[in-house]
């Protein structure tokens, strides 16, 4: 902040100078000059600027990712506006040098704010008592304050922007706002009791609205004829990334004002991944998508709104409970004996695979070995990289305390082909196992690097010679090098999760558009818009990853037939009919209307 002040004050100077000369003029004239102060102008400016700071409390649905990618970063050639000031941009990303800005219009009269905040006023009376529609906060509140800031006084400015980024920090981290009781009741086993009720309260609403829609269409069709035009979403993305590929600009942009006026974030499915899809265009056309992706991975979602889509995710779909009953039916298989057990887990997160585990490790006959696991993630940004990780191991900690198992873990958090086999502290005496659960996917391959990532861990993980290596892959040929049969195969991938939401969860609930938004649309935006390292989206199919194993020095174990069978069982009785559980040369498979979308196996090495 207080570069951006000492900025500003510079371009003042030669424009004070001026404006002083005028205002004697009209002194001696015996007018009142018109002219505003500079100083007077940015304060306004500041304070215009304050309201879109708390641009959530306007919509507690709004999400910064919605807008991020067709007004923030890029436009083609489009014009944004901040109370009421137009700044023009053209052909590429705000912080590109490649990019022309017209001068913004930064100062305007300052009956553009106060009119604001009687619009703001108002709307008010038209809201129930009690709600705010806007907060503001003035932080500069006189002309006097903002002189004291240009003159040099910045400590406290430099302390409460310390205080703010470290406040950010912490919200992106603490979980201090979520109950125990909805972690119990999200990562506990109960049977399938925690999500059958969910399940069920969403499958009428689902069911409700389908025939409210088919009424709808219905009666549209009986109105409008055979005047009615049907817009192919598929065949215009697949049209508008050919041109995007080909640079032609002007066909791409025609197409992209076709998509988005048939596309929604809040429509039907097809809808909704043309949405997000057409965002992934822009942002590869405007040359920006490495940016945006990584903004989107920084936009602090709450631990809170995580744990409920999470929830509902998990009561309409079988894929990770399915995942989670495999891995850790098969850990319980091999460590039956053991009295000390180590698990390496590549790619933690938050670790909600393992409290349902130390729930069923606690009931084994013999009592629970004495269990470490070893979390590994990848460094988060910001001053603290091991924070997630470390969080999800006090978690974890305090779970084994509840169920008796005697618990230790060590959280590691940089890039895994960096991780050395001492960093994990291995001990003889203990049965180890590593797990890996669709993680694999987001390391580089022999495209970008020779001695790639992908290869170098899998060496690694024969190397630790664990009893068992259970790996969970995504099924996908969307890593392709040559764009437009990557996006093709993407395109194919993701209609298959965006109808399976259509077809189990509510088009107005708030967690769908959430599981869209930082799941589906992310990735989406990454295997789209990003080339080289920056695409960490490539997944490989199962058959591919067989390859690679046995080439590697592993071999396959053979399929438990037990829990094949009980995986079946479940998705048969409690899911959606149109989920798919198969086998295939000793691999589960997950999919959706017969698109094979997850692969399980289990691994050991060979020597």
Request: proline letters at 4%.
């Amino acid at each position: 902040m207080e570069e951006e002040v000492e900025d500003k004050t510079c371009m003042f100077q030669e424009s004070a100078a001026l404006q002083a000369a005028e205002k004697s003029f009209y002194d001696l004239l015996g007018e009142q000059s018109s002219i505003e102060s500079p100083d007077e102008k940015f304060l306004e400016e500041s304070r215009g600027y304050s309201y879109s700071d708390d641009a959530e409390s306007l919509c507690p649905d709004w999400h910064p990712r919605d807008n991020i990618t067709s007004q923030s970063y890029y436009s083609s050639s489009s014009t944004s506006s901040n109370n009421g000031g137009g700044t023009t941009i053209i052909d590429g990303p705000i912080d590109s040098p490649v990019s022309t800005l017209k001068i913004p219009d930064m100062f305007l009269d300052i009956e553009s704010a106060l009119q604001f905040k009687k619009g703001v006023e108002e709307a008010s009376k038209f809201l129930p008592s009690g709600i705010n529609l806007v907060k503001v906060e003035n932080k500069l509140d006189s002309n006097e304050e903002f002189l004291d800031l240009s003159r040099g006084k910045k400590n406290h400015q430099r302390n409460s922007s310390e205080e703010e980024r470290s406040s950010k920090q912490s919200a992106i981290c603490s979980e201090s706002s979520v109950s125990s009781d909805m972690f119990d009741k999200v990562l506990l086993c109960s049977g399938g009791k925690n999500e059958s009720a969910l399940r069920k309260e969403l499958s009428e609403a689902t069911s409700q609205n389908a025939q409210q829609s088919n009424i709808t269409k219905s009666t549209r069709g009986k109105k409008q004829g055979s005047k009615r035009n049907v817009v192919d979403l598929r065949t215009l993305l697949t049209l508008c990334a050919q041109a995007v590929a080909a640079d032609d600009r002007r066909t791409a942009n025609e197409f992209l004002k076709q998509i988005r006026q048939n596309s929604s974030m809040t429509g039907d499915g097809m809808q909704r991944l043309a949405h997000y899809f057409a965002n992934g265009l822009e942002a590869r056309m405007a040359g920006s998508g490495t940016q945006i992706y990584k903004s989107l991975l920084n936009l602090p979602t709450s631990a809170s709104d995580i744990l409920k889509a999470y929830h509902t995710y998990l009561a309409t779909c079988p894929f990770k409970k399915i995942s989670h009953f495999f891995a850790n039916k098969t850990i319980m298989n091999v460590s039956q004996k053991a009295t000390r057990l180590h698990i390496i887990d590549f790619g933690i997160l938050y670790g909600f695979q393992w409290p349902c585990f130390l729930q069923r490790l606690s009931s084994r006959p013999g009592g629970p070995p004495k269990l470490r696991i070893t979390g590994i993630d990848l460094p988060c940004p910001g001053f603290r990289p091991s924070e997630r990780v470390e969080e999800t191991g006090r978690r974890l900690a305090s779970y084994a305390k509840t169920f008796k198992v005697p618990f230790e873990f060590n959280a590691i958090a940089q890039k895994w082909e960096t991780i050395k086999i001492e960093d994990l502290k291995i001990d003889e005496d203990e049965l180890l196992v590593v797990n890996c659960l669709y993680r694999f996917r987001n390391l580089l391959d022999e495209t970008v690097i020779v001695n790639s990532p992908r290869n170098i861990v899998l060496n690694l993980i024969r190397n630790m010679n664990p009893a068992v290596f259970v790996l969970g892959i995504v099924n996908g040929a969307y890593n392709a090098p040559f764009f437009i049969t990557r996006f093709r195969e993407a395109l194919f991938h993701y209609s298959s999760f965006f109808d399976m939401l259509e077809e189990n969860i509510p088009r107005e609930i708030h967690e769908r558009m959430l599981l869209e938004r930082i799941v589906f649309g992310r990735e989406a935006m990454n295997v789209i818009a990003c080339e080289g390292a920056e695409r960490i989206e490539r997944p490989e199919t199962y058959k591919q990853w067989q390859v690679r194993n046995i080439r590697v020095g592993f071999e396959q174990l053979p399929l438990d037939k037990e829990i094949m069978k009980m995986a079946m069982n479940r998705v048969k009785t409690s899911y959606h009919k149109d989920f798919v559980i198969d086998e295939d040369g000793g691999w589960m498979l997950q999919g959706w209307k017969g698109r094979i979308v997850y692969g399980l196996s289990s691994w050991r090495p060979v020597y």
